[in-house]
């Protein structure tokens, strides 16, 4: 927290630096400005950060982004991909940052940059309301799990798996509402996602889906994420200097408040991730 | 169910449609060179007609479609979501459909060609007054099949991004919990499109010369 | 980007594993297919026009709408009505359903094209109708079929990638998760394209050459 004003002065310094070499012709921010329109790619079966509501595209990230648009004086235009093509999507070039969000792992901090966290990501276990078998998040042992493919929220749980006496029966699936669907079918007993997900899907269905305290996943935060080259790294600054302005006056955490029903307390930025 | 949502799905199907309806006639157009080449006699034209042909029909659309949008920007060709669905699937459909023209082509009875030949047609005319004619008269119905199959498998275009009838009715299903009757619908809006089409074919078979009467 | 195929083939056992599935679905697939699609020709041929019309309408239900959508029907939809089954028997039951409709018809064009005095011959032999079918028109249909039979399995061993999409372990879903899990996309879509092709290749070779074998035993027909 102590290092917000220098991170902000440090931002500052870099959107001025960014702003003098806006002219060359590879900076993708210069780029963004000149269309007037900012590309993000992301998959819109994971709310309360992107979902369909009755044929709607909503969530935190939609209003997220259209405040950061606010903030670069650009339109933001959607590309919508399964998750398993958005990292792809992303290296390819198809879109100029990925929403997501991706929960920032030390792996992915080696290939990606993220951006300043938005969310805590911290992974645990929902389950069918009234389900006495488990209790706590060791009692999936031995049993089937649902988890989206392609996901850290899917090593992590192998990871926990491997603690347990009986390992648990992972099932992946292409989006986790594909795997919300399959545990209401009964195919799986259990569902392992980031603890906002899962949170409000139990909101969202009070009476068919419970949450299971404590988490057993890592403290881990989740970013937005984009590419590491020079080309991307003016944007990427201008992303993380918007995201920390609506940390700073309040916004994020109304946004917060109104899609999760609660505020969380993120880092400006994660440098040494714990998974 | 809604009829709201039912509505999201009739609203989706412009795209299924839309990307069907251009890809059979960018694949058609595609289709004649390639039987051309592969009738031309000259190896150097049949051997790359017959390559295309093979990777195209031996190598499933998803795994195309993801294909080429994932592998053009490398070289150099950055295209949107619409652009890579239309191109995997005019590709794809070029491959089958240059298969029926050259079955067409060849099934154009000898004796006509010659007959034209003796009453002095040039051999470009003869192309284009006798063979091209009854080759597509002959691969009219295979045409059509062809564009229903195209329609059906426009369902996996949503691994690029393009939001048609199959991926809104997932959408909508993982959103409200109701698959039964969603994906109902979205095959019911399929069932339509798909007979409209083959009932149009079967109404220009009969309209073409030398149809059924 | 580099093009590395080496971290994708380091996974090898679990590319033979996911082509295993991807080849054993593939033929009990269309074992299945070919059997349903027969029995159903067959009904539809023998058992009046109470049999063929319904049975006639779930094959053009079936040929008029995506896989993709019979797929999410059976494996989200069953749950719902008591069916819920596991990804590769839902799978199987799909590809099969899927399978018998195409071999429905393709049996059904079968059964027409034999001659009918070939049929008419056996009635006057004092055939039974078990015995024509079993003697004369099977046979017969064998050699008609077989061609758009052979079509038909190259047309289902790629649409079983679909089945990538409800999380059967096969080819498709093995390869692009070690993909991801290796942050090499590009090399996992390229390999997967090479196996498909070169399997799709070889089963059509192998049917083009079942097929000239076949044909040998033609007879000319008036």
Same mark, same amino acid.
Do not use: K
């Given at each position: 927290m102590q290092k917000r004003s220098f991170l902000k002065a440090a931002l500052g310094a870099a959107m001025l630096f960014s702003a003098s070499v806006a002219a060359h012709a590879d900076d993708v921010l210069a780029k963004v400005k000149a269309a007037g329109v900012l590309k993000v790619g992301t998959e819109t079966a994971f709310a309360p950060f992107d979902f369909i509501d009755a044929g709607d595209h909503v969530g935190l990230n939609v209003d997220m982004f259209a405040e950061i648009g606010k903030e670069l004086g650009v339109k933001i235009e959607w590309v919508t991909l399964p998750w398993e093509g958005v990292l792809p999507g992303l290296e390819a070039g198809k879109?100029? $940052? $990925?929403?997501?969000?991706?929960t920032i792992t030390k792996a992915r901090m080696e290939r990606y940059r993220f951006s300043a966290p938005i969310a805590e990501a911290t992974v645990a276990i929902l389950k069918k309301a009234g389900d006495a078998s488990i209790t706590k998040p060791q009692d999936i042992a031995g049993k089937a799990v649902g988890v989206g493919k392609a996901t850290a929220q899917l090593a992590q749980l192998t990871e926990f798996s491997a603690t347990l006496p009986s390992k648990v029966d992972i099932r992946e699936y292409p989006a986790f509402n594909d795997a919300y669907a399959d545990m209401a079918a009964g195919r799986v007993v259990a569902v392992a996602n980031s603890l906002p997900n899962i949170a409000f899907v139990a909101k969202q269905r009070a009476g068919m889906f419970e949450v299971v305290l404590p988490p057993f996943g890592k403290p881990t935060y989740f970013g937005f994420v984009g590419t590491k080259d020079a080309d991307h790294k003016s944007l990427l600054d201008a992303v993380d200097a918007a995201i920390l302005k609506m940390k700073g006056d309040g916004r994020m955490a109304k946004l917060q408040e109104k899609w999760f029903g609660t505020k969380f307390d993120t880092p400006d930025a994660v440098k040494d991730p714990a998974i | 169910m809604s009829f709201k949502l039912f509505n999201l799905l009739v609203q989706a199907s412009a795209w299924t449609i839309g990307i069907s309806a251009i890809s059979i006639a960018i694949g058609f157009l595609l289709a004649l060179v390639l039987s051309a080449a592969l009738l031309s006699g000259k190896a150097l034209y049949r051997r790359p007609a017959e390559f295309f042909i093979s990777f195209f029909r031996g190598v499933p659309l998803l795994v195309q479609l993801l294909l080429i949008y994932n592998l053009l920007p490398f070289i150099g060709l950055n295209v949107p979501s619409i652009v890579a669905a239309i191109i995997g699937m005019s590709l794809c459909t070029a491959a089958y459909q240059a298969e029926n023209l050259r079955g067409g082509f060849e099934s154009v009875p000898r004796g006509l060609v010659e007959a034209a030949d003796m009453v002095g047609f040039t051999p470009r005319q003869v192309f284009l007054r006798i063979k091209v004619p009854i080759a597509l008269r002959l691969t009219f119905p295979a045409l059509v099949n062809e564009a229903i199959m195209i329609l059906k498998s426009s369902s996996l275009v949503s691994v690029v991004g393009i939001v048609e009838i199959t991926r809104m009715a997932q959408d909508l299903a993982s959103s409200t919990y109701l698959p039964i009757e969603i994906f109902s619908s979205a095959a019911l809006i399929y069932l339509v499109i798909c007979w409209s089409v083959a009932l149009a074919g079967r109404f220009g078979e009969r309209a073409l010369p030398g149809g059924a009467k | 980007m580099i093009f590395d195929p080496n971290v994708i083939l380091k996974h090898l056992p679990e590319i033979a594993a996911g082509t295993g599935v991807t080849l054993a679905l593939w033929i009990a697939g269309m074992l299945l297919g070919v059997l349903i699609g027969f029995l159903v020709a067959t009904a539809r041929r023998y058992g009046g026009r109470f049999i063929d019309l319904p049975l006639g309408l779930v094959v053009e239900v079936l040929r008029g709408t995506p896989f993709l959508i019979q797929i999410f029907l059976v494996y989200y939809g069953g749950p719902f009505i008591g069916l819920s089954l596991n990804p590769i028997p839902c799978g199987l039951l799909g590809l099969s359903i899927y399978a018998s409709a195409y071999y429905s018809e393709i049996f059904r064009a079968g059964y027409a094209a034999v001659p009918h005095g070939h049929v008419e011959a056996g009635e006057c032999l004092g055939f039974s109708r078990f015995q024509i079918i079993r003697r004369i028109l099977l046979p017969e249909m064998a050699l008609i079929v077989m061609p758009p039979s052979v079509n038909l399995a190259v047309i289902l061993l790629k649409e079983s990638a679909v089945l990538s999409i409800i999380t059967v372990p096969e080819l498709t879903t093995t390869v692009s998760a070690i993909g991801s899990q290796e942050y090499a996309f590009l090399e996992a879509i390229f390999l997967l394209a090479v196996i498909y092709w070169v399997i799709v290749e070889a089963a059509a070779r192998l049917g083009r050459f079942a097929e000239s074998r076949f044909s040998t035993y033609r007879f000319s027909t008036p």
């Open positions: 879109f100029d $940052v $990925v929403a997501g969000p991706a | - | -």
